[in-house]
């Protein structure tokens, strides 16, 4: 009977002794998952950010090539179009003095 009542408690004891460790260990973890995820939302906002600074500056390199682009094929049109103009005037007037030499 003694030995009975002892062994409950110990067994009691133990019990408590094992929920506190528990609750301990719960804490801590808790703790450290709430350490882990903030820091983990930390990251992932900063990577966000950083991605789009990338993306922005991307898309205005992007902008800025198009517009070169395109100033270097408007030049490149009006040349070509001066060029046609000039070989034109040429034909022309060439057309012009071959005309009045046949009816000379």
């Known amino acids: 009977s003694d030995a009975k009542n002892l062994a409950q408690v110990h067994h009691k004891i133990a019990l408590e002794q094992a929920r ?7 804490a801590q973890a808790d703790c450290h998952h709430g ?16 991605a ?3 993306h922005l500056t991307a898309l205005e390199q992007a902008g800025k090539l198009h517009q070169e682009a395109t100033g270097l094929a408007e030049g490149h049109h009006k040349k070509s179009i001066s060029q046609a103009e ?3 005037g040429v034909s ?6 071959l005309h009045d030499e046949a009816l000379g």
């Open 35 to 50: 350490r882990s995820y903030t820091q983990a939302q930390t990251l992932h906002t900063d990577a966000k950010s950083q």
């Open 92 to 97: 022309i007037e060439q057309a012009k003095a």
């Open 52 to 54: 789009q600074l990338h």
């Open 20 to 26: 506190d460790l528990h609750d301990k260990a719960k």
């Open 86 to 88: 000039k070989h034109h």
